[in-house]
């Protein structure tokens, strides 16, 4: 599964961004769920969000008031909506999907990851 985000870039704080990851490829139709990871400078890559195929969004604590995610899953794509942007919130914003092989052996599951996005927000 290749994975490849759009939407980054440069936004004053308070504004609004959205990214968006498309995959394609070998094994999409065995992505169990999509999310969105960020490493700011200096810091080790953390979770934002995560949506399962059925739906069901899992967020970072402290950005869940701020930042919203959606998939649209016959177009392959996941969305994240970033809200009231702060600074601190500068980051390379990282597409991720988790994806579960079923065989006749039993499971596997295989993480792929996109390239990455930057996002800064101004003071």
């Known amino acids: 599964v290749q994975l490849v985000e759009s939407g980054g870039g440069l936004v004053q704080a308070g504004g609004s961004l959205s990214v968006s990851c498309t995959a394609s490829?070998?094994?999409?139709?065995?992505?169990?769920?999509m999310g969105w990871y960020r490493q700011r400078p200096g810091k080790e890559r953390e979770l934002v969000a995560t949506?399962?195929?059925?739906?069901?969004?899992n967020y970072a604590n402290s950005l869940k008031d701020r930042f919203t995610i959606s998939r649209d899953r016959l177009a392959n794509m996941v969305y994240l909506q970033m809200n009231s942007l702060k600074p601190e919130d500068t980051a390379v914003y990282y597409c991720?999907?988790?994806?579960?092989?079923?065989?006749?052996?039993?499971?596997?599951?295989?993480?792929?990851w996109g390239q990455g996005t930057q996002v800064t927000v101004s003071s």
């Open positions: 490829g070998r094994g999409v139709d065995n992505i169990v769920a």
């Open positions: 949506i399962t195929t059925g739906g069901s969004a």
């Open positions: 991720h999907a988790a994806i579960t092989v079923h065989t006749i052996e039993g499971s596997s599951s295989f993480d792929s």
